[in-house]
C-alpha cells in the first residue's frame, strides 16, 4: 500500500522568506500523481500545487515550487517570499494513475509564518 | 460558482447517538468522496461514489458507517452508534471524474464531536 510521510510535525518561516516542507512516499507504481494541499483554519483543502510523475520538470505555481526526486520518492515544497497568508496545515498527497480511488494523504505540516 | 458545502458545520452528540452529515457536491462533478480527518492526523479515505454507481466502501472503519448518494448528487455519511473515536472533522470532496487527473474541490468539513 502506498503511505506519505511528512517528517516535519511544525515548521516557522520568517515572512518574506524562503520555507521548504518535506515529503516523502513509498509506492511500487510508476505512474502517479502527487499533491500539496494547504488548510487553514477554514478547514477547507486547498489545492496548492500538483506533480505528474511522469514529468521530470518540477511544477511550479507563482511562489510555490516542487522538488520531486522519483528515484528518492521525495517530493518537497517550497515556499517563497512567504506571507502571512501562507500560514496554514500543508499536506503532501499521493494519488495512483491506475485506478479510480482515494488519495493517500500525510500526517501535515503546520506552517507558522512570523512577521 | 457554487463549491462543496457541507452540513452541519458542526455537531456534537452524546455516545450511542446515530448521526448524518451532509455533502452537496460542485453541480456536475459525477465523482465524490468521504474523507475523516482525526486530531493531528491526515485525511484517511472511507468511502467514494462516481455518479450511481455502487460506491467504494474500502475504507470505512467499521459496519456503522454507511453512506448514500441520491440522484448522484448529494450525499449522506451516516454514522451509528456513534463512539468517542468518532470525533474527528469528516470532509467531502468532488471532481467532474475520477481519473486522477482530475482536481478534487473539498468542502469545510463538518466537526464531529462525541460525548
Known amino acids: 500500500a502506498q503511505t506519505v510521510t511528512q517528517s516535519q510535525p511544525e515548521m516557522s518561516v520568517q515572512e518574506a522568506e524562503t520555507v521548504t516542507l518535506s515529503c516523502t512516499y513509498d509506492?511500487?507504481?510508476?505512474?502517479?500523481?502527487l499533491f500539496w494541499y494547504k488548510q487553514p483554519p477554514s478547514r477547507q483543502m486547498i489545492l496548492v500545487i500538483r506533480?505528474?510523475?511522469?514529468?521530470?520538470q518540477n511544477a511550479t505555481e507563482n511562489r510555490f515550487s516542487v522538488n520531486f526526486q522519483k528515484a528518492a520518492k521525495s517530493f518537497s515544497l517550497k515556499i517563497s517570499d512567504s506571507q502571512l497568508g501562507d500560514a496554514a496545515m500543508y499536506f503532501c498527497?499521493?494519488?495512483?494513475?491506475?485506478?479510480?480511488?482515494?488519495?493517500?494523504f500525510g500526517a501535515g505540516t503546520r506552517l507558522t509564518v512570523k512577521p | 460558482g457554487a463549491g462543496v458545502s457541507q452540513s452541519p458545520s458542526n455537531k456534537v452528540t452524546e455516545k450511542g447517538k446515530d448521526v448524518e452529515l451532509r455533502c452537496d457536491p460542485i453541480?456536475?462533478?459525477?465523482?465524490l468522496y468521504w474523507y475523516r480527518q482525526s486530531l493531528g492526523q491526515g485525511l484517511e479515505f472511507l468511502i467514494y461514489?462516481?455518479?450511481?454507481?455502487?460506491?467504494?466502501k474500502s475504507g470505512l472503519p467499521s459496519d456503522r458507517f454507511s453512506a448514500e448518494r441520491t440522484g448522484g448528487s448529494v450525499s449522506t455519511l451516516t454514522i451509528q452508534r456513534t463512539q468517542q473515536e468518532d470525533s474527528a472533522v469528516y470532509l467531502c470532496?468532488?471532481?467532474?471524474?475520477?481519473?486522477?487527473?482530475?482536481?478534487?474541490?473539498f468542502g469545510p468539513g463538518t466537526r464531529l464531536t462525541v460525548t
Open positions: 461514489f462516481q455518479g450511481n454507481s455502487a460506491p467504494d
Open positions: 509506492t511500487s507504481e510508476s505512474d502517479y500523481y
Open positions: 506533480q505528474e510523475a511522469y514529468k521530470q
Open positions: 470532496a468532488s471532481s467532474s471524474g475520477t481519473a486522477s487527473t482530475y482536481e478534487q474541490y
Open positions: 498527497a499521493y494519488r495512483t494513475a491506475y485506478y479510480n480511488n482515494d488519495m493517500r
Open positions: 453541480s456536475g462533478h459525477t465523482a
